[in-house]
């Protein structure tokens, strides 16, 4: 069974940066796309970056020119860099393999919580 694990959240001032990892057991991270998502409390789960196995990458509205989303092979993780944070980046972040199974049965980590003081 696929298991993420998202790690690097953590409290950080607006303007601020925050680095996130996310790794998996039974994924190889550079054959899928893989995203990065966030949710608050009472909202969906919204996009908020995409890399593909082709290390294409597609950003959400809110973090372009902010967010930098990365895989790296060796270390087996997809990572999110984090910059010029706003108190409306405070959320639960989660990342999978959309379009996957896993993803289609709705197979998704702990998250990490990152929460941006104004």
């Known amino acids: 069974q696929v298991q993420f694990v998202e790690s690097g959240g953590g409290l950080v001032q607006s303007g601020g940066s925050l680095r996130l990892s996310c790794a998996a057991s039974?994924?190889?991270?550079?054959?899928?796309?893989t995203a990065w998502y966030r949710q608050t409390a009472g909202n969906q789960r919204e996009t908020v970056a995409v890399?593909?196995?082709?290390?294409?990458?597609n950003y959400a509205d809110f973090v372009k020119g902010r967010f930098t989303i990365s895989r790296d092979d060796s270390k087996h993780t997809v990572n999110l860099q984090m910059n010029s944070m706003k108190p409306k980046d405070t959320a639960v972040y989660y990342c999978?393999?959309?379009?996957?199974?896993?993803?289609?049965?709705?197979?998704w980590g702990q998250g990490t919580q990152v929460t941006v003081s104004s």
């Open positions: 999978n393999n959309p379009g996957t199974p896993w993803f289609s049965k709705n197979y």
């Open positions: 039974g994924v190889i991270f550079s054959l899928y796309t």
């Open positions: 890399i593909s196995n082709g290390d294409n990458t």
